[in-house]
């Protein structure tokens, strides 16, 4: 298990390059969820700098529930198909959006945030939670993080479905 991230500069492809695995090495032989969505949100805030950077997890068929983030406060619990994070679990994608006041049904958790990137995790065929990851900056998020974002999230074990 690593100790301390390694923090490096560089593009943003080798930045997520060199993130990655450590972030492996966080969640190898860890079992417990709350633990690795905490340290996976850890480490990408730690690296990239990003305003909020955390996890919402499936609560029932139509609600996610606030997990293991990193920033200030947040919304508790967002309706399916609400909100970047609700639409990306009812699309099963995605979504990177450049400028959130121009998103219908955005969700404004802090005004300081200005673009999103929200990532489904899939496991077994089904969304069991969004990492969703906002910006102070407009126009922040492009198609190397969703690559590297939607790896990161493949790695994360999650406890089969009861």
């Not at 943003?12 to 990655?20: S, V």
């Not at 399916?80 to 679990?89: D, L, P």
């Not at 300081?112 to 899939?122: D, G, L, Q, R, T």
Request: hydrophobic content about 40%; glycine content about 8%; aromatic content about 8%.
């Amino acid at each position: 298990m690593a100790e301390d991230l390694s923090i490096i500069q560089g593009s943003k492809a080798e930045q997520y390059e060199a993130l990655i695995p450590q972030i492996k090495g966080l969640l190898e032989g860890e079992s417990n969820l709350v633990a690795n969505l905490a340290n996976v949100a850890a480490a990408l805030k730690e690296q990239f700098g990003w305003w909020w950077v955390g996890f919402y997890t499936v609560d029932s068929d139509q609600e996610l529930v606030l997990g293991p983030f990193q920033g200030p406060v947040a919304c508790t619990r967002i309706r399916k198909g609400r909100g970047v994070c609700g639409s990306s679990w009812q699309q099963t994608s995605t979504l990177i959006v450049p400028d959130v006041e121009q998103f219908p049904g955005h969700i404004a958790c802090s005004s300081a945030s200005k673009s999103e990137i929200v990532i489904p995790v899939i496991k077994q065929g089904e969304v069991v939670a969004v990492l969703d990851v906002d910006s102070e900056l407009l126009n922040h998020f492009d198609e190397t993080d969703k690559q590297y974002l939607e790896e990161i999230v493949s790695y994360i074990p999650w406890p089969e479905k009861q």
